[in-house]
């Protein structure tokens, strides 16, 4: 069976719980290729998720794969090549064996974390509560083995879709604001180097520019294995 699956919401919930833990131990390989800094897509604002189908549900398993893969703990479209208002979140393997340093409530009340995550979110608005902001030192599987510290809301509402296409609204604070707040940038073609602080972003600038330069090279590399391949191509 598939991580997401079933004909409704409260379906798809009990499947999750009966999954979650298991998933990291099962799929050690990445389904999909991460895009690193700077490829165009990273850029790119989604478009709003329509169809709520098999392919969605075969996409969020994908991408749960390859974040699982590479030990994130969240991953949006444009992280895998898709220009598109959707992404996957699940710190439950990370809290599993300590007290979640967030709290939350999904359409009113307190969830547990085994019927919560894994999360689809599907065309997710964020609104910020008021009150201070907070620093914390964020990493992104866009750029490896960068860190950075981050100011951001410490509380917010984020009211998205699931994969049936049914409307949810997630109070959260903590690491799990972050989090979606993280993912919900990359939707909208912001990364989290344009929020770090400028004393961040001075400590981390040489290691950014080498990894555009690598960045472009495989670009460059992967243009000219297409053209090579093409002109092979016996069916031309």
């Known amino acids: 069976m598939s991580k997401f699956d079933g004909g409704s919401s409260e379906g798809s919930r009990k499947m999750l719980a009966r999954t979650a833990l298991g998933m990291l131990r099962r799929y050690t390989k990445m389904k999909l290729r991460i895009t690193h800094f700077d490829e165009d897509v990273l850029r790119a604002p989604g478009r709003r998720v329509e169809r709520f189908d098999a392919k969605l ?3 969020a ?3 749960l794969d390859t974040m699982f ?9 444009q992280q895998v090549g898709l220009d598109l208002q959707f992404c996957v979140v699940d710190l439950q393997l990370r809290e599993r064996d300590k007290e979640a340093d967030f709290s939350h409530q999904l359409d009113g009340r307190r969830t547990p974390l085994d019927l919560l995550f894994p999360m689809a979110l599907a065309n997710p608005v964020v609104e910020a509560h008021e009150g201070p902001a907070g620093p914390y030192e964020e990493g992104c599987l866009s750029f490896p083995d960068i860190r950075g510290t981050v100011i951001r809301p410490l509380a917010i509402t984020v009211k998205y879709q699931d994969l049936d296409g049914q409307s949810h609204t997630l109070t959260c604070d903590g690491l799990l604001a972050r989090c979606i707040q993280h993912e919900v940038d990359h939707l909208n073609g912001v990364l989290f180097i344009d929020r ?9 600038e040489t290691k950014v520019k080498k990894l555009r330069r690598e960045t472009r090279d495989f670009i460059k590399e992967q243009k000219a294995a297409a053209k090579v391949a093409k002109k092979n191509d016996p069916r031309r």
């Open 57 to 59: 549900r075969q996409l």
């Open 61 to 63: 398993n994908d991408m």
């Open 69 to 77: 893969a590479a030990e994130g703990i969240g991953l949006a479209a």
């Open 196 to 204: 770090m602080t400028p004393q961040a972003l001075t400590k981390i």
